[in-house]
């Protein structure tokens, strides 16, 4: 069953859409939030926010780590070894980066 041209324009168009409207709201969250950090030093009234990069890397490693290695496991049982095969080797090793600097900056503090 073939598909009609209008059906393959839709197709094609419908992601190309979603990403410009999602770069579009990303660049003005930047943009206005940038404004409001110049507006605030301004005032005088602007404090920089804690960011716990231990806590981050310790939450981003296991998420990675858990999708990574679910993704390796499918992936390699759908596809066998292939390239596709990286969709679950990526973000695996890059959890397993970020833990790893959570464990050495976590062993850091306790010296």
């Not at 716990?52 to 999708?67: E, I, N, P, Q």
């Not at 499918?74 to 790893?100: D, E, H, K, N």
Request: aromatic letters at 10%; hydrophobic letters at 55%; proline letters at 2%.
């Amino acid at each position: 069953m073939e598909r009609s041209s209008a059906a393959q324009l839709l197709i094609a168009i419908v992601p190309i859409c979603g990403i410009v409207m999602s770069a579009v709201v990303v660049f003005f969250y930047l943009l206005w939030n940038h404004r409001r950090k110049v507006l605030l030093i301004k005032a005088g009234q602007f404090q920089k926010g804690d960011f716990d990069l231990l806590a981050f890397s310790l939450l981003a490693g296991l998420l990675l780590s858990s999708v990574g290695l679910g993704l390796t496991i499918l992936l390699g049982l759908m596809i066998g070894r292939s390239y596709g095969l990286l969709g679950g080797i990526i973000p695996l090793t890059t959890g397993v980066g970020l833990l790893a600097y959570y464990v050495i900056k976590r062993g850091d503090r306790r010296s």
